[in-house]
């Protein structure tokens, strides 16, 4: 897809050369220019890098279903917001608040809608999957936060030039932001183990992308009672560096999400998936002929929860087990394949909860990735007559 490869592109060089212009901003009056610089600089690239991110993930939305592109709206709503809210950084610079990122009065408001609009879209996501327990609810990471936050005012810290409302109010945000990016990571772990092997890539990097945002907001807090209010450039490490790793993760998980819907990037005969989702092994040598197995599996592999169709798979794991290694299914077995994968498409059209299919869309696919045509040796050519892409039935 050109057109992904191409945003994904401008997205960062527009980053990098937002940072580059950054240097070109007059240093304000009574303020440390190279200070003010880095934080501008660094602020601008990584609001573009959210954002840009968010407008990734939008436009990888087609051919899902309402309820995926509501959750998922959510979440570019609350990443774009959380790029806009990195420009607090210079602006702390020209409060004069230095080691500071969250004490303007509007900035705190952005941060807030943006994290609780991530949480929700990332909640909602996950009740796609059926995923439930204490991770979902609400008060869940309340209750950490307030717990973390607690401590945090209660610990004692070093002298700071700030006052003591300044200093705790800074933690008691920043436990608020790291708390609820805990959870939805969290949440997007379970989504991980319960979805398909074409989800995985994307949730890999956007798990590994919450971790790093709730790793920095930790390491935050610790070093502001560790050292106080210390040198500016201790923000480098603690903020800029880790906010702007996470935006190019973000970024790269918004880049995998507009390949799921795509025939070339779903996985179907790898016997075990690495934590990005590349298969260690395949099933069959590139110079072996498909079977109808290879067709129920990929099938099945279009399914963005496999427990619902777990019956159906059970179907499948007795049908093969009684298999000798590299023998291929007989008439019958053939016609039972054939069953099991009309049951499989059927659920894929009528209770699929993730992704829009037809059954013309399903069998292109699968016509396409495996190659079949009218001579192939399998159910295939059997299949009922599917007229048009619009027909659901």
């Not at 950084?89 to 990122?101: G, K």
């Not at 179907?315 to 099991?340: F, I």
């Not at 069998?363 to 659901?392: M, N, Y």
Request: aromatic content about 12%.
């Amino acid at each position: 897809m050109r057109k992904v490869s191409a945003i994904t592109t401008g997205v960062i060089g527009g980053a990098l050369l937002c940072g580059a212009l950054a240097w070109l901003v007059p240093n304000p009056v009574k303020t440390d220019g190279l200070h003010f610089h880095v934080f501008l600089s660094a602020a601008l690239a990584m609001a573009m890098l959210f954002i840009g991110a968010s407008a990734l993930f939008a436009t990888g939305l087609a051919g899902f279903t309402p309820k995926l592109k509501r959750a998922y709206r959510l979440v570019c709503i609350g990443v774009g917001l959380f790029g806009l809210a990195q420009l607090q950084l210079p602006l702390t610079v020209l409060e004069n608040n230095q080691a500071s990122w969250h004490r303007l009065d509007f900035m705190p408001v952005v941060f807030f809608a943006a994290i609780l609009t991530l949480f929700l879209g990332i909640r909602a996501f996950a009740k796609l999957f059926g995923i439930k327990g204490m991770s979902m609810t609400w008060w869940a990471p309340l209750l950490v936060f307030i717990i973390l936050a607690s401590i945090a005012v209660a610990l004692p810290h070093p002298p700071s030039p700030n006052s003591e409302f300044q200093f705790d109010g800074a933690n008691v945000f920043t436990l608020y932001i790291a708390s609820f990016v805990l959870f939805g990571e969290w949440q997007l772990i379970q989504v991980k183990r319960a979805a398909g092997a074409a989800y995985t890539n994307a949730l890999a990097w956007l798990i590994i992308g919450f971790g790093v945002i709730y790793a920095a907001g930790i390491a935050t807090v610790v070093v502001s009672l560790a050292v106080g209010s210390g040198p500016w450039y201790i923000d480098i490490f603690d903020v800029l560096v880790p906010f702007t790793i996470a935006a190019l993760l973000f970024i790269r998980a918004a880049y995998s999400f507009n390949f799921i819907s795509t025939t070339e990037h779903v996985e179907t005969l790898g016997t075990s998936q690495s934590f990005f989702g590349n298969a260690r092994s395949t099933a069959r040598s590139a110079n072996e002929s498909v079977s109808s197995i290879d067709i129920v599996v990929l099938a099945a592999s279009l399914v963005s929860n496999p427990r619902e169709i777990d019956p159906i798979l059970d179907g499948l794991r007795a049908l093969t087990s009684k298999l000798p290694v590299g023998a291929r299914p007989s008439a019958a077995q053939d016609v039972e394949l054939q069953r099991l994968y009309m049951q499989i498409e059927d659920y894929l059209v009528h209770k699929e909860q993730v992704r829009s299919f037809t059954r013309v869309d399903i069998r292109q696919r699968i016509g396409s990735q495996l190659q079949l045509g009218a001579d192939s040796a399998t159910f295939w050519t059997a299949l009922p007559e599917v007229k048009d892409s619009s027909a659901h039935a």
